[in-house]
């Protein structure tokens, strides 16, 4: 079972910019399609944004030319730079590989809390 490692988050003022890391214990990062997710509180784990093998990437309309997702397969790690941000945006993040069923407990990691707020 793949690991995963995310930092990076904290407080933040809206308007504000964080960049979020995940680290991965795979030799095999390259091959993987590799997402954020985020979950506020009493709501669902949703999709972020995702990058392919070929760095194609993906995103929520909610994020789309805020947040850039971006991967360093020699570093076996995928960021999450994220800008212009809002109180909405305040959740924990997860990154995983994609498709990943939240129910897939053993696959996530702790996740990393961004919280934005004056």
């Known amino acids: 079972q793949v690991q995963f490692v995310e930092s990076g988050g904290g407080l933040v003022q809206p308007g504000g910019s964080l960049r979020l890391s995940c680290a991965a214990s795979?030799?095999?990062?390259?091959?993987?399609?590799m997402a954020w997710y985020r979950q506020a509180p009493g709501k669902q784990r949703d999709l972020v944004a995702r990058i392919s093998s070929d760095e194609t990437t993906n995103y929520a309309d909610s994020v789309k030319g805020r947040f850039t997702i971006s991967r360093d397969n020699a570093k076996n790690t995928v960021y999450l730079q994220m800008n212009s941000l809002r109180p909405e945006d305040t959740a924990v993040y997860y990154c995983?590989?994609?498709?990943?069923?939240?129910?897939?407990?053993?696959?996530w990691g702790q996740g990393t809390q961004v919280t934005v707020s004056s």
């Open positions: 795979t030799s095999t990062f390259r091959n993987y399609v």
């Open positions: 995983n590989t994609f498709p990943r069923s939240v129910f897939d407990f053993d696959s």
